[in-house]
């Protein structure tokens, strides 16, 4: 890593500061940086993200979005670290640009920047969206059980204070219901990583069910790939395979959704690290080390896109 914003990287960021070195890399980098907008959140605030790579029309894409889950701030240090390398690493590593040659990167630090900026505000393990429930004094919906492809068939709670609440009907959260309009506009999207932490997984569908999906042999094969990526750089081991059977049953979650309704084979949830040491409140001395490895990952989502 070498340019002037690199200590930016290694500290977590407000909301506001996130948008601010958005403008940034936007005015700096004009030929491999632009700036889009997916949807407004409930409370009013752009979501917004960068797509990084070189001209070039028609590109095949990878979508990568952090903060789903607003306390989960690693995942939003890591959007902000890959499109740090991908920029640094283009022109002097013939790999990274190759791939931004052939690949677009669609890069959202924050997908719910309400409970992101609430998580910093007034409750730092706050998780969910921050949108009123009816008749009940708690507030917000689980967005990944909000998604609209088998939603509230398990794994998810009707009780408003629950943290896995699903809301009241598949895209009642104006954040997820916009996510996936944006998501259903752009055909060229043919891989989708929602990043989440903590726990050390590559996962891709079935969330809703233990099922195997029929695709699973060629979904494995890239989770395999990008779980060794990353232990090839520090040893940091990943579990993989589908989310139902890594980590637990989970309806209305995105990559089913992206997988069923939108057809992205490679659909994935990731999970960051640790493993529950210091599990959220990730210390930002494991920024960079999770940059950089979750980096050889996000590779080898490129060369699939490519390849798509
Ligand atoms: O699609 O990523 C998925 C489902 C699994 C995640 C979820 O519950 O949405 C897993 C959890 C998460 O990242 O939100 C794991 C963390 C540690 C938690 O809050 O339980
Ligand atoms: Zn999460």
């Given at each position: 890593?070498?340019?002037?914003?690199?200590?930016?990287?290694?500290?977590?960021?407000?909301?506001?500061?996130?948008?601010?070195?958005?403008?940034?890399?936007?005015?700096?980098?004009?030929?491999?940086?632009?700036?889009?907008?997916?949807?407004?959140?409930?409370?009013?605030?752009?979501?917004?993200?960068?797509?990084?790579?070189?001209?070039?029309?028609?590109?095949?894409?990878?979508?990568?979005?952090?903060?789903?889950?607003?306390?989960?701030?690693?995942?939003?240090?890591?959007?902000?670290?890959?499109?740090?390398?991908?920029?640094?690493?283009?022109?002097?590593?013939?790999?990274?640009?190759?791939?931004?040659?052939?690949?677009?990167?669609?890069?959202?630090?924050?997908?719910?920047?309400?409970?992101?900026?609430?998580?910093?505000?007034?409750?730092?393990?706050?998780?969910?969206?921050?949108?009123?429930?009816?008749?009940?004094?708690?507030?917000?919906?689980?967005?990944?059980?909000?998604?609209?492809?088998?939603?509230?068939?398990?794994?998810?709670?009707?009780?408003?204070?629950?943290?896995?609440?699903?809301?009241?009907?598949?895209?009642?959260?104006?954040?997820?219901?916009?996510?996936?309009?944006?998501?259903?506009?752009?055909?060229?999207?043919?891989?989708?990583?929602?990043?989440?932490?903590?726990?050390?997984m590559w996962m891709s569908p079935?969330?809703?069910?233990?099922?195997?999906?029929?695709?699973f042999t060629e979904q494995n094969r890239l989770n395999q790939l990008c779980a060794e990526a990353?232990?090839?750089?520090?040893?940091?081991?990943y579990e993989y395979g589908t989310i139902?059977?890594v980590?637990?049953?989970?309806?209305?979650?995105?990559?089913?959704?992206?997988?069923?309704?939108?057809?992205?084979?490679y659909?994935h949830a990731v999970?960051?690290?640790?493993?529950?040491?210091?599990?959220?409140?990730?210390?930002?001395?494991?920024?960079?080390?999770?940059?950089?490895?979750?980096?050889?990952a996000?590779?080898e989502l490129?060369?699939a896109?490519?390849?798509?």
């Amino acid at each position: 890593r070498s340019d002037a914003l690199d200590n930016f990287y290694n500290v977590y960021h407000t909301f506001d500061e996130i948008n601010t070195w958005m403008d940034t890399i936007v005015t700096t980098y004009p030929s491999l940086a632009s700036q889009f907008t997916v949807t407004t959140s409930y409370e009013g605030r752009k979501i917004t993200g960068l797509k990084i790579g070189s001209a070039g029309s028609n590109k095949p894409a990878v979508f990568l979005c952090g903060c789903e889950h607003a306390r989960e701030w690693i995942s939003t240090a890591v959007m902000l670290y890959t499109v740090g390398l991908l920029i640094d690493n283009y022109g002097t590593d013939p790999e990274v640009t190759d791939l931004m040659d052939s690949v677009d990167y669609y890069i959202v630090p924050v997908l719910n920047p309400d409970g992101y900026v609430w998580s910093w505000t007034d409750d730092r393990m706050w998780r969910k969206t921050r949108s009123p429930n009816e008749g009940s004094v708690c507030v917000g919906t689980d967005p990944n059980r909000n998604w609209g492809y088998q939603w509230g068939t398990g794994g998810s709670s009707s009780l408003p204070c629950a943290s896995t609440y699903m809301g009241t009907e598949p895209f009642s959260e104006v954040e997820v219901s916009g996510t996936a309009q944006f998501l259903a506009s752009m055909p060229n999207i043919k891989v989708f990583a929602d990043v989440h932490a903590y726990s050390q997984m590559w996962m891709s569908p079935w969330a809703y069910t233990h099922d195997l999906p029929a695709d699973f042999t060629e979904q494995n094969r890239l989770n395999q790939l990008c779980a060794e990526a990353i232990q090839s750089v520090y040893g940091t081991v990943y579990e993989y395979g589908t989310i139902a059977n890594v980590i637990y049953v989970a309806s209305g979650s995105s990559g089913d959704w992206t997988y069923n309704d939108l057809g992205i084979l490679y659909s994935h949830a990731v999970e960051l690290r640790d493993t529950g040491e210091y599990g959220f409140l990730l210390p930002e001395d494991q920024i960079e080390p999770s940059g950089i490895e979750t980096f050889e990952a996000f590779k080898e989502l490129g060369y699939a896109a490519a390849g798509a």
